[in-house]
């Protein structure tokens, strides 16, 4: 049987500090890059519209948009951020295989299935 995965990225600016860490406990910001992997079924020849997927990691990425991530996130690390994509994708009854979350080109962390 085929298994079929499909992702799109898309990214959004935002400010952050971590609780107790030396030199990222003062608030400063990035432009993080996420991006998912969905899998499933086939119908009508894809798993889902790339539109559609898109559409919905907009809608998850609008509440962290320009904000302080410590606002919405208790701990926002990289990785505690794509636990909150993942969750906020879970949500919406899509099976997740992977979100990752990128601080830059060189540093990111990622939660697969």
Known sequence: M???IV???DSFSAAHS?????????????NFVVSVEVEG??????VIDF????????EILEKLDHS????????????NIAIY????LKARDLKVVRVRVSENVDKWAEVRV
């Not at 971590?18 to 990035?30: A, E, F, L, S, T």
């Not at 079924?41 to 894809?46: A, S």
């Not at 539109?51 to 907009?58: P, T």
């Open 2 to 4: 085929m298994k079929f």
């Open 7 to 9: 992702g799109v990225s």
């Open 18 to 30: 971590i609780p107790g860490h030396k030199k990222c406990g003062k608030i400063h910001g990035h």
């Open 41 to 46: 079924e086939l119908k009508n020849g894809m």
């Open 51 to 58: 539109f559609d997927l898109k559409r919905i990691l907009k």
């Open 68 to 79: 302080i991530l410590n606002e919405v996130i208790e701990n926002p690390t990289s990785e």
């Open 85 to 88: 994509v993942f969750r906020e």
